[in-house]
């Protein structure tokens, strides 16, 4: 049987903390909040794997070190109000929560929207709620949002999301690079204008619903 507090315990002592995550806050949400809670029965065993863990469906976790430098830089205060895009089941939405006001978790898919939704609940995490659309699309009902988090590898990010951004605002998503290379990239609203900045370089799994529309040649 999986001893997942030891498992836990390493995850942050070995992935999370040598790799330059100093916010305590939210060193102490991973250390606490147990990640095997929000995959499927099958994939429990390998929860705290340093990778991007797959929970069926073509989707994945963010490996734990990226996903945590990414909400490093993200800043997220007691205050704020976060979309979290990609949701999946709902790991990421309940750490978002435990840092943040009020979350959004959204998926493109009804049977993960769903799942996230018991995991949140079991773990009483009352100030998140997930929602089902579009990725792309972001969730315009609940805008604008302080920070918002693209947890997948997507070609661009598309106006539909950091026109959700409110000012000061930052978004985090990995674009597409060259080759099989991802950026992590800081997309900040300033004085209404949005810029963004590399942070590092990472190959998470792409997230679906973010294609570059086919165009035609003349």
Do not use: W
């Amino acid at each position: 049987m999986t001893d997942f507090a030891a498992a836990r315990y390493f995850m942050v002592e070995g992935q999370i903390r040598p790799n330059k995550v100093t916010d305590q806050r939210l060193v102490d949400v991973l250390s606490e909040l147990p990640r095997e809670a929000f995959v499927p029965s099958s994939a429990r065993g390998v929860a705290y794997v340093d990778d991007d863990l797959p929970i069926g469906k073509g989707r994945f976790l963010l490996e734990p070190m990226v996903f945590a430098r990414m909400l490093q830089a993200a800043a997220v205060q007691e205050t704020d109000r976060v979309l979290d895009v990609g949701a999946a089941g709902g790991y990421s939405t309940a750490v978002l929560g435990r840092l943040a006001s009020s979350v959004v978790g959204l998926d493109c898919d009804e049977e993960l929207t769903a799942a996230a939704a018991a995991a949140l609940a079991g773990q009483g995490i009352a100030n998140a709620k997930t929602v089902t659309g579009p990725l792309a699309e972001g969730y315009a009902q609940n805008a604008p949002y302080d920070v918002i988090v693209v947890e997948g590898t997507v070609p661009e990010v598309p106006a539909s999301l950091t026109g959700q951004l409110a000012e000061g605002g930052r978004l985090l998503a990995i674009v597409q690079g060259k080759g099989s290379v991802g950026e992590v990239r800081l997309f900040q609203r300033t004085a209404g204008v949005v810029s963004s900045r590399i942070l590092f370089e990472a190959q998470p799994h792409a997230l679906p619903g973010f294609e570059k529309k086919a165009s035609f040649v003349f």
